[in-house]
């Protein structure tokens, strides 16, 4: 009778080491996702500021340029639709780095899901 037990108790000590170890992985997993989540709102957070800050400039410069033009009568006869090339070349670069950036960011995300999924499964 000792020997069940002891047995017994032996399982019960299993059964609650393993239920603690679910419990840490658990904690490890939100962990990870709050970290995960929050890096993501990092770089969403800084994607917008750098955002506003390069149509901030963008705007200043073509209020500067306007008003250049403006001040020497250039921009009286001139339609409304005509678009500066250097501004559209500008304004290109600009579209092709973000796109760049966003894919990077992307592919990071889509790393961290993969860590995330893969802490979950264990």
């Known amino acids: 009778m000792s020997d069940k037990s002891k047995s017994l108790t032996l399982a019960e000590r299993l059964n609650s080491t393993g239920n603690k170890l679910s419990e840490l ?10 970290a995960v989540t929050s890096a993501n ?9 750098n955002k ?9 410069k073509l209020d500067d340029a306007r008003y250049e033009l403006s001040s020497e009568g250039l ?3 001139v339609p409304s639709m005509v678009a500066l ?9 600009i579209v092709s ?3 760049d950036n966003l894919i990077m960011v992307l592919e990071e995300m889509q ?9 979950e499964k264990r």
């Open 41 to 49: 709102d990092s770089i969403k957070t800084a994607i917008t500021e």
């Open 111 to 119: 790393r961290l899901s993969e860590r995330v999924d893969m802490l």
């Open 25 to 34: 992985s658990r904690k490890v997993a939100d962990s990870t996702k709050s």
């Open 97 to 99: 780095e973000q796109n």
């Open 52 to 60: 506003q800050k390069r149509d901030a400039k963008k705007q200043k």
């Open 85 to 93: 090339p250097e501004f559209e070349q500008e304004r290109m670069s």
């Open 75 to 77: 921009l009286d006869d």
